[in-house]
Nanobody, 123 residues
Framework: QVQLVESGGRLVQSGGSLRLSCEASEGSFRYYAMGWFRRAPGKGREFVAAINWSGESTYYRDSVKGRFTISRDNAKNTLYLQMNSLLPEDTAVYYC????????????????WGQGTQVTVSS
């Protein structure tokens, strides 16, 4: 079973930047499609971004296109989410997950999840 640990979340002002990291517990990470989801207060979990095993294909929800970048370093078993031009509506707990299907926006297509990291954007 893959274990995922997210980090990098904190309080930041609107317009600021953060980079989230997600470290996987095993080397087979390099074969997995991965994704980032988030859950805002009082809302359901929503898709943010996804990436295929090699990093060559990426997918984003419309509201983060041009502001967020998903990437991975398979040598370090680590997934990243670079978030720029942050907005108060980006406030949420962010989760990384291992996907069965590349680029899926459905949380049910992801098998293993991290514990989440809190991102708070102040206005």
């Amino acid at each position: 079973q893959v274990q995922l640990v997210e980090s990098g979340g904190r309080l930041v002002q609107s317009g600021g930047s953060l980079r989230l990291s997600c470290e996987a517990s095993e080397g087979s990470f390099r074969y997995y499609a991965m994704g980032w989801f988030r859950r805002a207060p009082g809302k359901g979990r929503e898709f943010v971004a996804a990436i295929n095993w090699s990093g060559e294909s990426t997918y984003y929800r419309d509201s983060v296109k041009g502001r967020f970048t998903i990437s991975r370093d398979n040598a370090k078993n680590t997934l990243y989410l670079q978030m720029n031009s942050l907005l108060p509506e980006d406030t949420a707990v962010y989760y990384c997950a291992v996907g069965r299907t590349e680029g899926s926006t459905w949380s049910g297509a992801y098998d293993y999840w991290g514990q989440g990291t809190q991102v708070t954007v102040s206005s």
